[in-house]
Each structure stands twice: as C-alpha cells, then as structure tokens.
C-alpha cells in the first residue's frame, strides 16, 4: 500500500491507492500497533493535517496532504 522514504523528521509516505486513512498511517509508520489503537493516541496526541488540527482516525489523506505528529512530519505522495 505505502512506502516510506526520507528523514527522521520529514518522511514521505507513497500510497498506491486513492487514499489512506489517518489510523492506518499511524499504524504504517510504527507510532500504533493496532489499528484500534488509532482513536485513543488521536485523543492524547495533537495530530495536524495541513496545518489544521484533526482527530479523526478515518480521515482521508491522499496526495499532496500533509501530516504533523510531534516533531515528525510526513507528506502523501502517489
């Protein structure tokens, strides 16, 4: 579905789908074990989507969207 490219603080994540959601990324880069896992991290968690705040775990992300999670960033690429 992904890969994962770059730095420890800037990461590229390349989907080959139209898109992916938020619990699924968190689960993708190692920051969750289990999806379950997605809504109780986004209530702890400050998670940014293009520069907005936003703790919903099935929100989409697709190309050109990008993520903030503590110091690590990430941005969706195809």
């Known amino acids: 579905m992904a890969t994962n490219g770059g730095n420890a603080a800037s990461k590229t994540v390349t989907i080959s789908t139209e898109y992916i959601t938020l619990g699924q990324l968190l689960k993708y880069v190692g920051l969750i074990d289990f999806g379950g896992e997605a809504k109780s991290f986004l209530s702890a968690n400050t ?32």
């Open 47 to 78: 998670v940014y989507v293009n520069g907005e705040a936003d703790n919903r775990r099935g929100r989409k992300l697709r190309p050109g969207d990008r993520v903030r999670i503590g110091e690590s960033e990430f941005a969706i690429a195809s």
